[in-house]
């Protein structure tokens, strides 16, 4: 697993035990398959506003992305090191805070050897979320997960996280709007009416 975190983290949040997760490819930019370079990251809609409200209840923002493509070779450690950095930035010019970007490269039958494991933290395995409450004395049944498809919320489900958000992206799977422990979305502003009703707006 890669742990990214801000050089200079505020002291804002230093006593929060609760964060808003936030998976990456389909939730913050939009899903176009093993996305590895700037150019090709395009936000989704309504994920700063929603961020903003998030911070502003004094939840961290945390992402948790599985990053098969490097395992797989379609691209590098140091690519996805540069599209991370450069998103960090981007959240920061919209005075958002990301407290740890987590990533895990490994795939169980990856092309390049280094990266070939079951690795637990690979969604659906909670081991980001894990991680991410060792490394910030989270309460997770305080924390609200939002991904795009069923295994972020198996990994949140597992992890026990309190609020899972199921977003309902376009190239995704229909989600399963039958379990009740899932609150599934249209997109990000109806989750952020559904999760912060009461959020001054920006
Ligand atoms: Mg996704
Ligand atoms: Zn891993």
Redesign the pocket.
Known sequence: ?FIYTPDSPSEVLLSSRRALFLDRDGVINRDTDYLHKIEHFAFVDGIFDLCRAAAGLDYRIIVVTNQSGIGRGYYTEADFLKVTEWMMREFAEHEIEISGVYA???LIDAVLERYR?D?P??KPNP?MLLRARDDFQLDLSECIFIGDQSRDMEAGRRAGIGTLVRLNAANSMPAENSDPAITVVADLYEAREKLFPDAGRH
């Open positions: 697993m895990c490269p490994h494991r690795c933290a690979r081991g």
